[in-house]
């Protein structure tokens, strides 16, 4: 089976939650071969009754893999995974690890450093929601060695686009925790906007609806067309939290002053409640 003229890779999958189970529904529709690990039985039994194929052990995935996709939440997770599971040793050469994690640009390089040789790591954050993934939709911000990209654009292409080469290893978490740090303020400017225009007799939803055809139009506000602010607010937080932190720790270790963006973003470690 090929995609036109490239032979089709043999992806193993970790991390088939909210984000990565539609990614795997993709590639299983575009006939991409996928092997999906998951360490709790019944998430292991729910795939097998589906028909997606799995595997026992993060070893056993990674050694019948030509490319590891680990879509999980935190770097955390990831060392876990890769070194104590085992699963970064097991890696052929040829093969490519591709982190779809937001966390620290130097996670992808110490996984590079420590990669058996021939094995090519991949920093591929993304942005979107599980709808986009469904649609195809999905950004990827790719950093990294482009030939390993080539190689995975058709199984990429499946549940992403557009796809961005944005520099070396590390660079794609570096442009992703920009880009939520933006979000992060606009998710606050929209708040406030919303709460606003619900004083004024405007609902949240047709604010955004207008809004959207207009020059106040943001990603933000456009959530509220289909969810209540607060509470889409109140979900989006432990990982504004998270991605906030790391880009702060990042922007420390090179001597670098966030500046005002770094302040607005203050609001979401303020209180343990959303209020705009």
Known sequence: MVFGETKLVRVGFVGAGQMGRPMVDRMV???????VYARRSEHRAELDAAGVSTADSAVSLAAGADAVIVCLYADAQ???LMF?????????AGSVLVS???GSPAVPRDLQASAPAGVTVLDVPISGTADHIRRGELTLMVGGDVAALERLRPVFDTYCDPILHVGGLGD??????????VFTVNLQTALRAAALGESMGVPPAELARVLGECSGASFAIDLFRHADPVALAAGARPY???????IRDVAAEQGIDLGALGELAEWVFESSEIRP
């Not at 529709?29 to 092997?35: D, M, N, Q, S, W």
């Not at 794609?172 to 740090?181: A, E, H």
């Open 240 to 246: 504004l939290v998270k991605d906030v932190s790391t």
């Open 172 to 181: 794609g978490q570096r442009v992703k925790l920009l880009n939520n740090l």
């Open 100 to 102: 779809h994690v937001t």
């Open 84 to 92: 104590d599971d085992g699963l970064l040793g097991a890696m052929q």
């Open 29 to 35: 529709a575009a006939g991409v071969p996928v092997t």
């Open 78 to 80: 990831v060392r876990s």
